[in-house]
C-alpha cells in the first residue's frame, strides 16, 4: 500500500505474507518482523511506509558484503563454480566468460562435470561464444583428473582467467561431496594455492533448501561467494538472506535469464527493492 | 520431526491438566510452520491447517491420553487422503502413437526424466521415439542423443528447426515407425514467458498428447503453484513428475502444485540415473513433507 498506510496489525500480517511469499522462511520472516515491531514500538512509527524503509535499508545493509566481484589481480585467477543439479553453473560460466573476454582477458573453461550427458559439449559451445579456450576430457573420466590438467594447461598457456565447472551434486551425496573436495585438492595441486574464488551457484526459485545446500557446500570447499540465478522468474530469492545469515559471504552475481548478457554484479538495492513486486 | 514438536508443545501444557482448545489452536500453528519450512505455500498451508483443525476438534483431541500422536495421525490421514486421491498411473492412447509431453522451468529435470521414462516403457514392452524440441539450450540435443543411445532408443531431431514442426513430424515419424509412444522434450521456460509459452501451445495443439506431465523440481519454493498454474492455465497439465527426491528437501512444492492445479502425481526422480525412477506413494511423501 501508500506510505500513508497506518502500521496496524493488518498491514504487519500483510507485511509477513510478503516475506514468506518470497522465500525468506519462517525463521528469518519472524526474526526480521519482531525486529521491526520493536523500533517501531521505540520510535513510535505511525506509518507503514516506515517499516517498510527501514526494512529496504537493514536488507541492503546485511546483504552488502566485500569481497564479492572476480577480481583478476592473480594470474591465473581461478574460479571453482560448485551447486546441485541444474542451478545454472555452466551457463553462468559461459556468461562470466564473456564479461571478461570482452575487457580482452584471456580465459580458460575446464569441463569438470565429466558425468552428465554432454556436460563438455554444453561447456565446449559457450567456450566458443565466449572466445575462451577450453579443457575438456573423456566422458566418464576422472574429473580430477581434467581439473588438475586444465589449470596446469592455463597455467602454461599464461591465461587471465580460468573457470572450473563441476557436475551438479545434492549436498547429501556423500561420495559426490567427497569427489568436490578431492577437485578442490586437486585445485590446490594444480594452482600452488587454494582458488581465487569457489563460487556456490544457487537456484532463486529454491526453497529452504538452499539454506542446507550453502551450509553443506560450505564446509566441503570453503565459498567466497554465490551467483543467484533465474531471477527472472517470478521468485524471489528471498532465501538467500537466511544463507547470508549462516555462511556471512556475499552474493556476488545474478543471473537474470539464458543469454549471454544476461548476469550482472549483485547490487543489493535492486535485490531488495524486487523482493515485494 | 513434527511428532516431537508437538509432543513438547503439548507436554508443556498439559503439565496443567486437560488440553484446552487454545492449545489445540497453538499445535495447528506449529504444523503451519512445519508445512511453510517445507516450502508448502502459504495458501495451501493454510487450507490444510484449516481441514486439521475441523478433525481435530471432532477427535476428542481434549480427551486424548496422546494428544501429540492423534494430532500427526490426523495430519497424516489428511495429507495421504489429499494427494492420493487422484490416478497416479501414466496413461496411454488406444490408438497409437501415445504422446507425452514434458514441460517445466529451466533445469527441472525434464530431458533426464524423458530418458528416465523411455527406459521404464521399454521395460514394461513399450517402445518409445524420442523428440528433440528443445532448440534453445547448448547440446540439448546432443544430451537427448546421449540418452537415447544409452538405452537403445531412436531419437528425433531437426537441429534448431521449428520445435513445433519437429513435435508433429516426430509424432509422424512414430506413426511411419509402428513406434508406440512419442515422448517430447521440451526447453525450459519461465511460465510467464508469453512467446514460449505460445510455443509449447503450439507442440500440444499438433501432437495433441495424451500426457502433458510438469516436471517440477522437488525443491522449489514458495512460487511452486503460481509456475504449475501458469502452465496448467495454457496446456492442461495431466500429470507431475517430482524430480530430485533423492535429496532432503522436503517437497512441500508437491503439496502447492497438486492443490492448485489438481494435476496427479505420477512420477518420482529419485537420482541421476535412468533407473532412477519411482511410482508416486502418497503415504510416503506425506510423511516426508509433515517433517
Ligand atoms: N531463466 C533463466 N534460466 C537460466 C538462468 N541461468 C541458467 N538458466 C537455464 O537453466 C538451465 C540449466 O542451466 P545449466 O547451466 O545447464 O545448469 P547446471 O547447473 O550447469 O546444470 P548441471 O550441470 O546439470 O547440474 C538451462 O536451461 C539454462 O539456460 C537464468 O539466470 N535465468
Ligand atoms: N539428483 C538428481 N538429479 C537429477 C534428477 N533429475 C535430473 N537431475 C539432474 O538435474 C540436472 C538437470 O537435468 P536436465 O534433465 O538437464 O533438466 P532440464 O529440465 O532438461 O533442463 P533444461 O532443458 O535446461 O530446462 C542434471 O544434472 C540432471 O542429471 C533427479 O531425480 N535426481
Ligand atoms: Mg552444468
Ligand atoms: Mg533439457
Known amino acids: 500500500g501508500g506510505s500513508e498506510r497506518p502500521l496496524d496489525a493488518e498491514f504487519w500480517e500483510e507485511f509477513e505474507e510478503a516475506l514468506l511469499a518470497a522465500d525468506l522462511g519462517v525463521g528469518t520472516s519472524e526474526r526480521i518482523l519482531e525486529g521491526l515491531k520493536t523500533v517501531a514500538r521505540q520510535e513510535g512509527w505511525r506509518s507503514a511506509g516506515q517499516a517498510v524503509e527501514r526494512f529496504r535499508r537493514d536488507v541492503e545493509r546485511f546483504l552488502d558484503l566485500p569481497g564479492a566481484p572476480i577480481l583478476l589481480d592473480r594470474k591465473p585467477t581461478v574460479v571453482l563454480v560448485v551447486g546441485v543439479n541444474g542451478t545454472g553453473k555452466t551457463t553462468s560460466i559461459g556468461k562470466l566468460a564473456a564479461r571478461y573476454t570482452a575487457q580482452g582477458k584471456s580465459v580458460l573453461l575446464v569441463a569438470g562435470d565429466t558425468f552428465r550427458a554432454a556436460a563438455a559439449d554444453q561447456l565446449a559451445i559457450w567456450a566458443e561464444r565466449s572466445g575462451s579456450q577450453i579443457v575438456r576430457g573423456p566422458e566418464n573420466g576422472d574429473p580430477a583428473a581434467v581439473v588438475f590438467d586444465g589449470i596446469t594447461a592455463g597455467i602454461a598457456r599464461g591465461v587471465d582467467l580460468i573457470f572450473v565447472d563441476t557436475a551438479g551434486r545434492l549436498q547429501t551425496k556423500n561420495n559426490l561431496m567427497e569427489e568436490l573436495k578431492k577437485i578442490r585438492r586437486v585445485t590446490e595441486r594444480a594452482l600452488g594455492r587454494a582458488p581465487d574464488r569457489t563460487l556456490l551457484v544457487v537456484d532463486a526459485t529454491t526453497g529452504q533448501n538452499a539454506i542446507s545446500q550453502a551450509m553443506l557446500f560450505n564446509e566441503v570447499t570453503p565459498l567466497d561467494g554465490l551467483i543467484v540465478t533465474k531471477l527472472d522468474s517470478t521468485a524471489k530469492g528471498g532465501v538467500v538472506l537466511g544463507i547470508v545469515e549462516r555462511i556471512e559471504r556475499p552474493i556476488s552475481y545474478v543471473g537474470l535469464g539464458e543469454a549471454i548478457d544476461q548476469l550482472e554484479p549483485f547490487d543489493a538495492r535492486e535485490f531488495v527493492a524486487t523482493l515485494f513486486d | ?291
Open chain 2, 1 to 291: 520431526q513434527l511428532s516431537d514438536r508437538l509432543g513438547a508443545l503439548f507436554s508443556r501444557l498439559t503439565g496443567r491438566g486437560r488440553l484446552s482448545e487454545s492449545d489445540v489452536t497453538e499445535a495447528l500453528r506449529e504444523i503451519r510452520v512445519a508445512l511453510l519450512e517445507a516450502d508448502v505455500s502459504l495458501s495451501s498451508a493454510k487450507s490444510f491447517v484449516a481441514r486439521v483443525k475441523e478433525r481435530a476438534l471432532g477427535a476428542d483431541i481434549l480427551e486424548s491420553l496422546t494428544p501429540a500422536q492423534t494430532i500427526v495421525s490426523i495430519c497424516h490421514e489428511e495429507l495421504v487422503a489429499l494427494l492420493g486421491g487422484a490416478e497416479a498411473r501414466l496413461q496411454f492412447s488406444d490408438a497409437p502413437p501415445s504422446v507425452i509431453l514434458l514441460v517445466g522451468l529451466q533445469g527441472s529435470g525434464k530431458t533426464t526424466h524423458a530418458g528416465k521414462i523411455a527406459l521404464r516403457l521399454k521395460e514394461q514392452g513399450r517402445r518409445s521415439l524420442l523428440v528433440a524440441a528443445d532448440i534453445y539450450r547448448p547440446a540439448a540435443i546432443a544430451q537427448l542423443q546421449r540418452l537415447g543411445e544409452q538405452i537403445d532408443l531412436p531419437v528425433f531431431e531437426r537441429g534448431t528447426a521449428d520445435p513445433v514442426e519437429t513435435a508433429r513430424l516426430g509424432v509422424a515419424e512414430a506413426k511411419r515407425l509402428g513406434i508406440s509412444t512419442v515422448i517430447i522434450d521440451t526447453a525450459g521456460r519461465l511460465q510467464i514467458d508469453d512467446a514460449l509459452m505460445t510455443e509449447l501451445e503450439r507442440i500440444r495443439a499438433v501432437t495433441k498428447p495424451h500426457e502433458v506431465l510438469f516436471v517440477a523440481d522437488a525443491m522449489t519454493g514458495q512460487e511452486a503453484a503460481n509456475v504449475a498454474d501458469g502452465f496448467h492455465r495454457r496446456l492442461g497439465i495431466t500429470g507431475i513428475v517430482l524430480t530430485k527426491m533423492d535429496g532432503d528437501t522436503r517437497g512441500g512444492a508437491a503439496l502447492s502444485i497438486f492443490e492448485r492445479t489438481g494435476a496427479p502425481i505420477k512420477l518420482i526422480g529419485v537420482g541421476e540415473k535412468l533407473s532412477a525412477l519411482e511410482a508416486f506413494y502418497p503415504d510416503r511423501l506425506a510423511s516426508r513433507i509433515l517433517g
